[in-house]
């Protein structure tokens, strides 16, 4: 039976990889263990609660003030007795954290195999978004398994000198995750009515007679100069539409949350609210018009649910939302966000079309390929063709 060590530290992370998580502990070739850095404490709990992940291994490694040669140095050290410990065969990381890249040094240190999910995006200019972007791609100099969710990830690989045969199409597992929320929130009146409760406690309550705007930022590029223009374009957008709701679930970074605070607070249609779980957070998503966000996952999540998006960044990592036509790059420029909310609150016909077009990142069972992938192709997956076209 292989040993499987499954790391990660922020929420993003924890919701991707749970699912992998549940589908590696259901393998009866596989023995199971979850160690979290905690790099995002609260956030990370919530999600671990949400799918009943209860994790072997904590480092807790977060700590007020701290940067980032304090939380890749810290993980890296805290790391060596738990592989001491587990000595796992593989160690499974996610995406573009410090944690993803301190997690695979030491495993590369000791020998260990390091599958990556969600490796290959690449936006090629090394300081955006930062430090992410140098996170995959050192990660990826000492991966084993590429689990990549597009084509256009795979294409980055073999670019960049990886073998094909170590890459597999998988989608990607946030629309695994994603699925298994949006059932239970349909499914189940309970959950339904607790999301409204959290939403309302969160100091917020949905209008249905009212077009909802929900925004999310927290990218380190956007510090200083450019969340404050980002508030600047929000406030426009309110003082334009006063008829429309603006909620922003504040990121607890003083980067972030004391400037839109002290630039957006008091404004009568702009909600602040405090972060949200996630099954809160899909619910909101839901019963939303739009999304303005510079979040790497909230680009793959909405279009599934038929919302579109406006990227507050100016290169992605996820291109295949730019080509099939489900998101829009807005800068952190004041009137390019405005002017991008602005068309979709006013033109039907250009929001109907982004928001029928088809999402290029997964069928819902990406998880399912990676542990067939690992176990020899025994289910017979095909890889994931992702889609980049308009429906019709």
Request: proline residues 5%; contains cysteine; aromatic residues 6%.
């Amino acid at each position: 039976m292989k040993k499987a060590l499954v790391v990660f530290g922020t929420r993003p992370e924890a919701i991707k990889m749970a699912p992998l998580v549940k589908k590696l502990q259901e393998s009866t070739a596989y023995s199971v263990r979850v160690c979290v850095t905690a790099q995002h404490r609260s956030m990370l709990d919530q999600v671990l609660e949400i799918f009943d992940i209860l994790p072997d291994y904590d480092l807790d490694v977060m700590k007020p003030n701290q940067d980032l040669f304090d939380i890749t140095s810290n993980i890296l050290l805290k790391l060596k007795p738990v592989l001491d410990d587990f000595q796992p065969d593989e160690i499974f990381v996610h995406g573009d954290t410090s944690t993803t890249f301190a997690a695979s040094l030491a495993g590369f240190y000791r020998g260990i195999d390091i599958c990556h999910i969600e490796a290959g995006l690449r936006t090629n200019n090394i300081r955006s978004p930062f430090p992410e972007e140098a996170n995959r791609k050192l990660t990826a100099v000492i991966t084993k398994s590429h689990f990549v969710p597009t084509t256009s990830a795979k294409e980055n690989l073999i670019k960049e000198g990886y073998s094909e045969q170590q890459i597999v199409i998988t989608g990607n597992t946030v629309i695994d995750a994603l699925n298994l929320v949006e059932n239970k929130l349909n499914k189940d009146e309970k959950i339904r009515t607790a999301a409204k409760e959290k939403l309302s406690q969160a100091g917020f309550h949905i209008s249905p007679d009212r077009k909802l705007v929900l925004v999310t930022g927290h990218r380190r590029e956007n510090f200083g100069k450019g969340v404050e223009r980002i508030c600047d374009a929000l406030l426009k957008v309110a003082t334009t539409y006063p008829d429309v709701d603006i909620v922003y679930p504040v990121h607890l970074n003083p980067n972030v949350k004391d400037v839109v605070t002290e630039k957006l607070g008091g404004v009568s249609n702009i909600h602040l609210i405090s972060p949200l779980d996630y099954v809160t957070f899909i619910y909101l998503m839901i019963n939303c018009y739009l999304v303005v966000t510079d979040s790497g996952g909230i680009q793959e999540e909405a279009p599934s649910l038929g919302k579109p998006v406006l990227v507050m960044r100016d290169v992605t990592e996820r291109p295949e939302a730019i080509s099939a036509g489900t998101v829009k790059l807005v800068g952190t420029d004041v009137n390019k966000i405005f002017s991008g909310v602005a068309d979709l609150l006013e033109d039907r016909m250009l929001y109907d079309q982004i928001s029928k077009a088809v999402n290029p990142y997964g069928d819902g069972i990406a998880c399912d390929r990676i542990v067939d992938s690992l176990l020899g192709g025994k289910l017979g997956l095909a890889q994931f063709v992702p889609k980049s076209i308009l429906l019709s």
